[in-house]
Structure formats: structure tokens, C-alpha cells
């Protein structure tokens, strides 16, 4: 598959921002996600320290999801989801010479030129090899015969229907052409737990972002108490009791 884009990165931190709620999946209980991490079929990116280990996934993860819960409806193995992932996650080299998992990559071309893209899972006794196909190669492959007895997931309707009813497509061009620290910024702001953003500036680049964060999970409070993890913290009691918190985050940008 050919692409005039140039440059992938702002597209793959968009995919790859932590922004949804497991509130947002449907059809997939709390349960099939903890079997789905111990077996290595999905991948745990919750913090390991925190006091409450929230979870919370990418666009990519809830692709990568709604293709594990196809699979699991066809009665695939953990063993057999696991070669899929082995292979939708290698590393390719896209048209800017930079390196994508195959799925963010293909997800790419489907969000931005509405390009059909098959997994193909070929078998006879076990399966014998996975493929990312756009239209013409499976259709090549299939009349040269080297694809033969097979199971065929559209990926194009695992972005469209797994991403759609949570998550309005991206608009790439909004973060094309923005640096490392500019991208940064927009995420920290989105960030609705921020009632205040101070953004400094040093001979024109961001020298640091300090934000005010209000905090009413009365646990959180407790073990950033005990972490000492803030800059500045202002605690409000009512009738002798802690209700909230606001403390301050600051981020300093490194210069080379």
C-alpha cells in the first residue's frame, strides 16, 4: 500500500492516547479482560503503584479489543490470539522510515483514506501464517492460491464500529507539524481534572506547564499526603473532615 503522508507521529500519539474508560467497551465484561491480560493476549498498562489501578486504553487497545472479542466469538485459543498479536503488533517501516506496529500502522490508512484492510488467519492443522491484506493482495493471493482454507476479519469494520460510537475520528491536520513539547501541552489541557494551566515560555519555546488539579477521592489524597508527589497542596475540611484537594503539577521541559 502506497501513502503521500510523510509523517505518521502525530497520528500515532493520537492512537495511542489513554482516553478511554472501560465504561466505554461494549460486550466485554471486567472478567474476559483480566483472563485476556494473565494469558498475555492484551497487554496491562495500569500503573502498578497506584492505590486504585484504574483502566483506561487507547483507540488502538479498543481495536485491538473489538478484534479480540471476533475472535473469541469464532472460539479462537488464547495460544492462537497470541499469534495473531505476535504478528498484528511487529514492528514495520512505514512511508516516513519511521517504525509502527503493524495494527497502528493499517489503522492509519483506514482512518485516513477509508482503505480496506483484511486479517487473514490461514489454517489447515493450527495455523499456518496471518496476513494484513488491503483488497488487491488478498484477492492476488487468493488466485494464486497460497491462501486457502482461511478465516477473514475486516479491520476496516473493527476501527469503524469499535471506534465510532465513543470516539470521533481524528482530524490528524489539527497536531501535524507540532513539536514533541507542543503535543504535550494540548494533552495536559485536555486533562479535565485541571481547573487552572500556566504555560511559561523561555526565548520563545515552553520552558515549563504548571496545572491546578482538584482532587476528591479521599484515598488519593491520603497516599499523595504520605508520597509527598506534589509541588504545592491546599486541603479543604468541612465540619472537620477533608473533602478535596487542590494540588499543583509542574512539568519542566528538557532543552537539548
Given at each position: 500500500?502506497?501513502?503521500?503522508?510523510?509523517?505518521?507521529?502525530?497520528?500515532?500519539?493520537?492512537?495511542?492516547e489513554?482516553?478511554?474508560?472501560?465504561?466505554?467497551?461494549?460486550?466485554?465484561?471486567?472478567?474476559?479482560?483480566?483472563?485476556?491480560?494473565?494469558?498475555?493476549?492484551?497487554?496491562?498498562?495500569?500503573?502498578?503503584?497506584?492505590?486504585?489501578?484504574?483502566?483506561?486504553?487507547?483507540?488502538?487497545?479498543?481495536?485491538?479489543?473489538?478484534i479480540?472479542?471476533?475472535?473469541?466469538?469464532?472460539?479462537?485459543?488464547?495460544?492462537?490470539?497470541?499469534?495473531?498479536?505476535?504478528?498484528?503488533?511487529?514492528?514495520?517501516?512505514?512511508?516516513?522510515?519511521?517504525?509502527?506496529?503493524?495494527?497502528?500502522y493499517?489503522?492509519?490508512?483506514?482512518?485516513?483514506?477509508?482503505?480496506?484492510?483484511?486479517?487473514?488467519?490461514?489454517?489447515?492443522?493450527?495455523?499456518?501464517?496471518?496476513?494484513?491484506?488491503?483488497?488487491?493482495?488478498?484477492?492476488?493471493?487468493?488466485?494464486?492460491?497460497?491462501?486457502?482454507?482461511?478465516?477473514?476479519?475486516?479491520?476496516?469494520?473493527?476501527?469503524?464500529?469499535?471506534?465510532?460510537?465513543?470516539?470521533?475520528?481524528?482530524?490528524?491536520?489539527?497536531?501535524?507539524?507540532?513539536?514533541?513539547?507542543e503535543?504535550?501541552?494540548?494533552?495536559?489541557i485536555?486533562?479535565?481534572?485541571?481547573?487552572?494551566?500556566?504555560?511559561?515560555?523561555?526565548?520563545?519555546?515552553?520552558?515549563?506547564?504548571?496545572?491546578?488539579?482538584?482532587?476528591?477521592?479521599?484515598?488519593?489524597?491520603?497516599?499523595?499526603?504520605?508520597?509527598?508527589?506534589?509541588?504545592?497542596?491546599?486541603?479543604?475540611?468541612?465540619?472537620?473532615?477533608?473533602?478535596?484537594?487542590?494540588?499543583?503539577?509542574?512539568?519542566?521541559?528538557?532543552?537539548?
Open positions: 500500500m502506497k501513502s503521500n503522508q510523510l509523517d505518521f507521529k502525530p497520528h500515532s500519539t493520537a492512537l495511542n489513554m482516553i478511554f474508560e472501560a465504561k466505554d467497551l461494549h460486550g466485554i465484561t471486567i472478567r474476559t479482560l483480566h483472563s485476556w491480560r494473565q494469558s498475555g493476549v492484551l497487554d496491562d498498562k495500569r500503573d502498578p503503584n497506584a492505590l486504585r489501578r484504574w483502566n483506561y486504553f487507547s483507540p488502538i487497545d479498543i481495536v485491538w479489543i473489538g479480540l472479542k471476533e475472535l473469541k466469538q469464532l472460539r479462537f485459543s488464547h495460544i492462537e490470539m497470541k499469534a495473531c498479536k505476535k504478528v498484528l503488533f511487529e514492528l514495520i517501516t512505514a512511508e516516513d522510515n519511521k517504525e509502527y506496529p503493524a495494527l497502528e493499517y489503522t492509519f490508512l483506514i482512518l485516513l483514506y477509508n482503505q480496506p484492510v483484511y486479517i487473514i488467519i490461514s489454517y489447515d492443522k493450527g495455523i499456518d501464517a496471518i496476513w494484513m491484506l488491503d483488497e488487491k493482495d488478498y484477492f492476488l493471493k487468493l488466485r494464486a492460491g497460497e491462501i486457502e482454507n482461511h478465516t477473514a476479519l475486516s479491520l476496516h469494520k473493527a476501527v469503524k464500529i469499535n471506534l465510532h460510537p465513543v470516539y470521533k475520528l481524528p482530524d490528524f491536520s489539527a497536531t501535524a507539524g507540532l513539536t514533541d513539547d503535543i504535550k501541552i494540548l494533552q495536559i485536555k486533562n479535565k481534572t485541571f481547573k487552572t494551566i500556566k504555560v511559561t515560555k523561555r526565548n520563545g519555546d515552553v520552558d515549563s506547564i504548571e496545572g491546578i488539579e482538584r482532587i476528591e477521592n479521599l484515598d488519593k489524597i491520603e497516599k499523595l499526603i504520605k508520597s509527598g508527589n506534589y509541588q504545592n497542596m491546599a486541603i479543604k475540611q468541612h465540619n472537620g473532615k477533608i473533602v478535596s484537594a487542590q494540588r499543583t503539577i509542574r512539568t519542566n521541559f528538557t532543552r537539548k
